[in-house]
């Protein structure tokens, strides 16, 4: 343990007497770490993102959507005639066998009047079931029943950015709000959800019943029509029937046959969030191997100036074996030394690292999410460790297999 001791105690006496030089070396292993850290931060930030989108959407779920239909041989593009009806929504929540909840929508844009106070935002007109798909809940009030959808009632949930710049502080449960000239009674307010992925500010919404939206804000020529229709499945393994269950209901609902082409589109965005979600992993490691070569270079450095040291210290080396000192020893104090210089720089980097992602975290955090944890820096730091060993080991042995008689005598 002494001897162990002694040689880190020369090791550190010889790079303290050559600081500038030793600063230069370790630069590569400290350019190294920092950017192993803040790209790993970058990475474990966006995975966290696409966490929290997902939750936020729910979970097993299927987006049904109008498909490509064709008039007088003229080819519309997806979605340019809407096709999927509030009867098919019904149609699916009753006999699809795999089926949990279902959530025709439609939307557009108001404007929410309150006394002397308006508010332009996204109103979406959906029914009972997208709340328990999204996992949404209200902090005020309640949310409207399956009897209001079918009403048509004059009901809105607000969220909670819209209930803030129409009333402050005041309760907004109960009081009416005008939506495009027509007047709703506020039910309920909206947990906070804050921003989505991409930056969408989720609290900026209005909900009211589907049957509402569609008679009294947002009339069209194809009467019954809804944008979308949101489908949770049991679970996992049910998503792949419900998708077959839905497409043959829709096909004979829709009078589709033979070949005929679907005018729908059934998308798995449970399927769509795994693969984002495999993509940021593989995003992350190849930023993470990026960044890891300028550890490589790092250590490049430390093999370099350690061998312009053996040279340096020839004699030295050489006395050292005069008086006793075995192979092993000399090839011990200079695996220390690299190790030292590396792990200094590791040490160094690591700090570099955190106060770069904090900076980036406190200033662009909305374009480049950040989240900063142990386990990157604890792998930076023995990744360090074991550049500094590899690299340091051809120098050590090169001292190592010295003649002590010809090292005497080098000038």
């Known amino acids: 343990m002494i001897d162990i001791l002694t040689i880190f105690k020369i090791a550190i006496k010889a790079i303290w007497i050559n600081k500038m030089r030793s600063i230069l070396t370790s630069l590569g292993i400290i350019i190294g770490v920092g950017a192993v850290i803040v790209m790993l931060a970058v990475g474990e930030g966006t995975k966290s993102k696409i966490e929290q ?58 404007q929410i009047v309150y006394g002397n106070q308006n508010w332009a935002t996204r109103v979406e007109g959906t029914t009972e079931g997208l709340f328990h798909i999204r996992s949404w809940s209200v902090e005020e009030g309640s949310i409207f029943t399956d009897e209001e959808v079918r009403q048509g009632a004059s009901v809105a949930i607000l969220g909670r950015t819209v209930a803030s710049n129409l009333f402050g502080v005041m309760d907004p449960v109960g009081k009416t709000v005008r939506i495009n000239n027509i007047p709703f009674r506020v039910s309920g307010i909206l947990k906070s959800m804050g921003q989505s992925a991409m930056g969408q500010d989720q609290d900026d919404t209005v909900i009211v019943p589907v049957t509402t939206a569609m008679k009294k804000l947002f009339g069209s020529q194809f009467r019954g029509t809804v944008r979308n229709i949101m489908v949770q499945a ?125 900076l980036i975290r406190n200033f662009i955090t909305d374009f480049l999410p950040i989240v900063i944890t142990l386990s990157p820096m604890i792998i930076a730091f023995i990744f360090s460790g074991l550049v500094g060993i590899f690299f340091g080991f051809y120098p050590a042995y090169k001292a190592s297999m010295l003649n002590p008689i010809d090292a005497l005598r080098f000038e």
Not at 53 to 69: D, H, K, R, V
Not at 91 to 106: F, G, R
Not at 330 to 336: K, S
């Open 234 to 358: 049991y679970s996992t393994d049910d998503l792949e029937k419900a998708e077959e269950e839905i497409a043959i209901l829709l096909r004979q609902r829709h009078k589709i046959t033979g070949k005929k082409q679907d005018d729908f589109i059934i998308r798995n965005l449970t399927q769509m969030m795994e693969s984002a979600m495999e993509a940021s992993q593989t995003f992350s490691l190849l930023l993470a191997a990026i960044a890891s070569i300028s550890l490589l270079v790092g250590g490049i450095g430390i093999m370099n100036i350690m061998l312009v040291s053996v040279t340096e210290r020839t004699r030295e080396i050489g006395i050292r074996m005069a008086i006793g000192a075995k192979a092993w020893d000399i090839r011990l104090q200079f695996l220390v030394e690299a190790l030292v210089l590396s792990l200094t720089g590791g040490i160094i980097g690591i700090v570099c690292g955190i106060g770069v992602a904090m």
């Open 53 to 110: 989108q997902m939750a936020s959407m729910g979970s097993n779920l299927l987006m049904i959507q109008s498909g490509s239909t064709t008039s007088s041989g003229a080819r519309a593009g997806f979605g340019a005639q809407p096709t999927l009806t509030l009867d098919d929504a019904y149609a699916i929540e009753k006999n699809s066998a795999h089926v949990s909840q279902v959530a025709p929508s439609v939307n557009g844009t108001g």
